[in-house]
């Protein structure tokens, strides 16, 4: 039974671990899946990381990032102008229809007035 036992949990231990380049590799693609950010540079020993172009990358993405911010509040500045032209005919449709009711009730108090 011991033997059995140790037979067993050998050949669990060995299936279930994989070789470390696998798991490696296996991480690589969940942190590029999460963050967007290739890291093949790091996964394989054999290759080298290129310094030199992980600054370009790096430059290219805060480039990126700087443009969207730019166009973020490029649009901002639209939907504030936007929003303050709408307040602005809210403000004169309510103003004339203001003017539209006070001139109503003098219209009825005239004619009421000229009926009694």
């Not at 540079?41 to 054999?46: A, F, K, Q, W």
């Amino acid at each position: 039974p011991l033997l059995s036992f140790i037979n067993t949990r050998g050949r669990q231990t060995a299936h279930a671990m994989a070789p470390i380049s696998e798991r490696a590799s296996v991480l690589a693609s969940k942190v590029e899946a999460a963050t967007g950010i290739s890291v093949d540079g790091l996964v394989n020993e054999e290759d080298s990381w290129d310094r030199d172009a992980e600054i370009v990358r790096l430059r290219d993405g805060i480039a990126a990032y700087r443009r969207s911010e730019s166009r973020m509040a490029d649009a901002m500045k639209r939907l504030q102008a936007h929003a303050e032209e709408r307040e602005l005919r809210a403000a004169e449709l309510e103003r004339e229809l203001a003017e539209e009711r006070m001139s109503r009730i003098a219209r009825e108090g005239t004619s009421s007035m000229a009926r009694g």
